[in-house]
């Protein structure tokens, strides 16, 4: 079985861009413009199995959206993509269990194994 990505990104190229390249490498994958969008995915397909997110949100703060979901109960492992990465969201992304932070740009090699390593220490709650 596939396993889905959301990637909850504002920029459209950005999106299209990992959706094509995941799709590729046999991800199943769904793409949300904003924080509310991403909510709603989630809310009418349940969790996912990883999640790309960004920081930088035209209605949230990534990591708002994140601690929504962490709240929710949903352990979705994350990787966070932006372009705007301080220290503080680093240490704010690694105390909601985010394993993956990378720097726009990146170089999509270092994305994928981020994912592979956010996937294998997917953990659920009970």
Request: include cysteine; aromatic fraction near 4%.
């Amino acid at each position: 079985m596939k396993k889905s990505v959301l990637v909850v990104d504002d920029e459209k190229e950005i999106c299209w861009l990992l959706q094509q390249i995941l799709i590729q490498e046999g991800y199943q994958v769904s793409t949300a413009h904003s924080g509310k969008e991403g909510l709603a995915h989630i809310g009418q397909s349940g969790e996912v199995d990883i999640m790309i997110l960004d920081l930088h949100l035209p209605d949230m703060n990534g990591l708002d959206l994140l601690e929504q979901i962490r709240a929710g109960g949903l352990q979705t492992p994350v990787v966070v993509i932006t372009a705007f990465g301080d220290e503080e969201s680093r240490e704010r992304a690694a105390g909601l269990g985010v394993k993956g932070f990378l720097d726009k740009p990146f170089e999509i090699s270092t994305l994928l194994a981020a994912l592979l390593a956010s996937s294998s220490r997917r953990k659920t709650i009970n």
